[in-house]
Each structure stands twice: as structure tokens, then as C-alpha cells.
């Protein structure tokens, strides 16, 4: 299958600072990428949709100014958590589709796992 | 989008198939049925998705009834590996579909 990588796996951070979470696609040029959070023992929540160079499309309820979203190439989507606090703490995962890939699919990255101190 | 109604959980016996229900009898008719399964904290794996007919790929084989209104996922080997939360999404596709992922179905392969 596709394969979309996430940087960093794992990041710690303090109250207050902005984190930068990368997702890449590998192998095929994603042109729509996808952001999820998933809190313990839920299920994944979208937070928004970008589509290469264009702004990003944010679900009811989350905050664009707080988590900027650039898709700058057809291989790179870039999740912004801008102040995190420690009510963002969660596991944040990316999903990306596009040309070559069919139409009907997302592959998922591994996720990155944010915990704010 | 159609919602879809799953089992909690599901156990199945290492090497015997496991089989994963799926109600979704609101589906429309441009409506695929998606499968992505979740092991524990990694991101979702892509299974499988169909439209009318039966599928099958390397990982699984999904039936779709005739009416369209369930699907049965099928693990045909169940290995150890394969215990995760399996996610059955009905969406409509399309250059920008957004899946909704619901509670799904806990598979937990036993020895």
C-alpha cells in the first residue's frame, strides 16, 4: 500500500509553545491531505482538509488560528499547534490521497503523539 | 453520509476466519463501503472498500449483500497480529470525501 510518514512520533512539549507535526507522502503525490486527533479510547476526529496550495477546510469546532494547517506540495502537509495547552494533548494522525493511488482511498501516517506538560 | 452500526467487540481463535459485521441500511446507491482497521496507537491501515460486488485483496475478502443495506468482513486467517479496531466507514468518494470513523469493532485474536 501507499506509504505517509509522520515527524516526530512522539513530542513532549511545555504550556504555552507551538509544536510543528509533518506529514509526507512516500510514494505518490498526495493532492488532499486530511487531519485527525484521537484522544484515549475514542475514535478519530477530523479536524480539517487541505488541498495543495490552498487554504485548509476546518471541521465545526476547531480552531484554525490555533492549528495552522500548510499544504505547500503534493508530498508535504504541515500541522501547526500554535500555544498548545495541555488540553491538546492527543495523538494526531494525517491521512493523504491522491493521483496514481485511485480515487476512494486514504492512507494513513503513524501518527504523532503530542503530550503538552 | 450513512451511518454504519458495528459490534462492540468480536474474539476470534488464532487461524480460524474472522468475520466482521457491518449494518449500513441507509446506504445510497453512489455509496462505497470502506474498511480500515486501527492496531493500538498507530495510525488507521487501509483494508479494503467496495461497491456492489464482493472484493477480495491480500488482506481480506468483503462481502456486500445484494440490497446493499450489510457487509461481512472477512479475515480468512486470523493471526495474533490482526487484533485491533476494525472501522466499517460508508462514504460516497468523490475528490474531497472525508471519512467519519465510528466506534467500530474490537477484534482480539486469540491463542
Request: hydrophobic share 30%; charged share 15%.
Amino acid at each position: 500500500g501507499a506509504v505517509v510518514s509522520q515527524h516526530p512520533s512522539r513530542v513532549i512539549c511545555k504550556s504555552g509553545t507551538s509544536v510543528k507535526i509533518e506529514c509526507r507522502s512516500l510514494d505518490f503525490q498526495a493532492t488532499t491531505m486530511f487531519w485527525y486527533r484521537q484522544f484515549p479510547k475514542q475514535s478519530l476526529m477530523l479536524m480539517a482538509t487541505s488541498n495543495e496550495g490552498s487554504k485548509a477546510t476546518y471541521e465545526q469546532g476547531v480552531e484554525k488560528d490555533k492549528f495552522l494547517i500548510n499544504h505547500a506540495s503534493l508530498t508535504l502537509s504541515t500541522l501547526t499547534v500554535t500555544s498548545a495547552h495541555p488540553e491538546d494533548s492527543s495523538f494526531y494522525i494525517c491521512s493523504a490521497r491522491g493521483s496514481g493511488r485511485g480515487p476512494d482511498t486514504q492512507y494513513f501516517g503513524p501518527g504523532t503523539r503530542l503530550t503538552v506538560l | 453520509d450513512a451511518k454504519t452500526t458495528q459490534p462492540t467487540s468480536m474474539d476470534c481463535a488464532e487461524g480460524r476466519a474472522a468475520n466482521l459485521p457491518c449494518n449500513h441500511s441507509t446506504i445510497s446507491g453512489n455509496e462505497y463501503v470502506y474498511w480500515y482497521r486501527q492496531i493500538h496507537s498507530q495510525g488507521p491501515q487501509y483494508i479494503i472498500h467496495g461497491l456492489k460486488n464482493n472484493e477480495t485483496n491480500e488482506m481480506a475478502s468483503l462481502i456486500i449483500t445484494e440490497d446493499r443495506k450489510s457487509s461481512t468482513l472477512i479475515l480468512p486467517h486470523a493471526t495474533l497480529r490482526d487484533t485491533a479496531v476494525y472501522y466499517c466507514i460508508v462514504n460516497s468518494g468523490g475528490s474531497n470525501y472525508k471519512l467519519t470513523f465510528g466506534k467500530g469493532t474490537l477484534l482480539t485474536v486469540n491463542p
